[in-house]
């Protein structure tokens, strides 16, 4: 089983402060992504990253890939309360699996 | 507009039933994939299919079964319901791309009493 942890599980903050999430796994991916998902909706695409170091900005949040294609994390900088949601980071197996992690629920507070 | 769709978004069973869940999606898609969500879990993956009549395990299947006779339906079914089986269950595709986004559907949200 390919288990992604993502850290932290809640997280709280007031409008403007920065943060990050993490997403750790002990497995190999060949790409991971990162969708948020909405109350009663699904998730939806954030953004992929394929390339061991890789880094991708998405105005105030910028994403990076690990080195090793292992783990990964998102900055959010001045945070704004559209930003409130799951946050959910998924890594694609070679065989077309995609797992995904334990998910951290934001709140932004105005 | 590319859509996935489940036949219902709220269901309540008995416990004992047997429950099909139906997902279909029209992106000529061909993997498609059942996961279910519970707080503090996240998404797992329960099966997935890469074509038609193939599927494969997830991390979680015990108690579950599948059916993809066609490419655009995927069904998920629970062979005697239970009641640690209440949950959000949603259906994904993925065209099967290495960079491939999931699409999903709105959830189903599972009761068994």
């Known amino acids: 089983t390919q288990l992604l942890e993502q850290s932290p599980q809640f997280l709280s903050i007031q409008e403007g402060e920065n943060l990050t999430v993490y997403c750790n796994s002990s497995s190999v991916f060949s790409s991971l992504q990162w969708y948020r998902q909405e109350p009663g909706e699904g998730p939806v695409l954030l953004v992929t990253v394929v390339t061991g170091g890789e880094v991708k900005k998405l105005k105030r949040l910028t994403f990076q890939f690990g080195d090793a294609r292992k783990d990964s994390s998102l900055h959010i900088t001045a945070a704004q309360p559209g930003d409130t949601g799951l946050y959910l980071c998924a890594g694609l197996g070679l065989n077309e699996k995609l797992t995904f992690g334990t998910g951290t629920r934001l709140t932004i507070i105005p | 507009d590319v859509k996935v769709t489940q036949s219902s978004r709220y269901l309540v069973k008995r416990t004992g039933e047997k429950v099909f869940l139906e997902c279909v999606q029209d992106?000529?898609?061909?993997?498609m994939f059942w996961y279910r969500q519970d707080p503090g879990l996240g998404l797992r993956l329960i099966y997935f299919s890469y074509d038609v009549k193939m599927k494969e395990k997830g991390d979680i299947p015990e108690g579950y079964s599948v059916s993809r006779e066609k490419k655009e339906r995927f069904s998920l079914i629970l062979e005697s319901a239970s009641t640690n089986q209440t949950s959000m269950y949603l259906c994904a595709s993925t065209s099967g791309a290495f960079d491939t986004e999931a699409f999903f559907g709105q959830g189903t949200r599972l009761t068994v009493v």
């Open positions: 992106m000529d898609h061909e993997n």
